[in-house]
């Protein structure tokens, strides 16, 4: 119990804006240390996290739910071949840690995505694009992520992922009361993704402490026993 109590507080110290306690494990991720091993509890406490900030919405996860997000995680890091992309719905949340826009990421420069993108130019930055219908969107759309900072880029998409499982698991709850989260980036999507995003990303501090916190080991150890529980 004291465990979990720990974490409710820790959780309000995010959604507060207030600092988080520095710790060792904080170091910026670079490339050289970025593997599935050393990012799969960042990844898990991050999901955690993330789902935990929706509490106090129309969107709130119960305990079950936050527990089920934890058990159809999966953190992976493929070498290539084809499904190199992070998905998620009710039953799955799969974050690729070599998901191509990661790759762009590390190498600087925007590759493999649409044309339209390409004239998103910012110095020692890569575009992070969103899906064409909402990539403007003043919210949840796409930004600029600095060369190397691969913690802000799983942010994105950790967050990207969390509000499909939150939508198809709502829906799959109550079909005629969430309706309208069927359509996978309709507004429902749009509505969850922009509360997480701006919690939790779009501001750089704001970011950074949300990353630092998930880094902490005290949320790792935490997160543990709620896996092992």
């Excluded at 060792?24 to 050289?32: G, Y």
């Excluded at 290539?80 to 690729?96: E, L, P, R």
């Excluded at 925007?110 to 110095?123: P, S």
Aim: hydrophobic share 35%; proline share 3%.
């Amino acid at each position: 119990m004291g465990s979990l109590h720990r974490m409710a507080r820790r959780s309000r110290i995010i959604n507060r804006g207030a600092s988080a306690p520095h710790h060792p494990l904080l170091e910026r991720t670079t490339p050289m240390t970025y593997t599935a091993d050393s990012q799969r509890h960042f990844i898990t406490t991050m999901v955690y996290n993330a789902i935990d900030g929706l509490d106090g919405t129309n969107f709130a996860m119960n305990k079950s739910q936050k527990a089920n997000a934890l058990e159809v995680l999966v953190v992976k890091k493929p070498n290539g071949g084809s499904g190199n992309c992070s998905k998620a719905g009710s039953k799955i949340i799969i974050i690729n840690l070599s998901y191509w826009q990661i790759k762009n990421v590390i190498s600087g420069k925007y590759e493999n995505g649409h044309k339209c993108f390409d004239d998103k130019v910012l110095d020692s930055h890569v575009y992070w694009n969103e899906y064409k219908s909402f990539d403007a969107n003043q919210k949840c759309g796409g930004m600029f992520v600095a060369t190397g900072d691969v913690d802000h880029g799983n942010t994105i998409q950790v967050l990207h992922e969390v509000s499909h499982y939150v939508q198809y698991t709502l829906y799959k709850s109550d079909r005629t009361k969430w309706a309208w989260m069927r359509k996978p980036h309709g507004e429902g999507f749009i509505r969850i993704y922009s509360i997480l995003r701006e919690k939790f990303c779009n501001d750089p501090a704001t970011r950074a402490m949300f990353i630092e916190t998930c880094k902490d080991r005290e949320w790792v150890e935490l997160v543990d026993a709620l896996m092992a529980a």
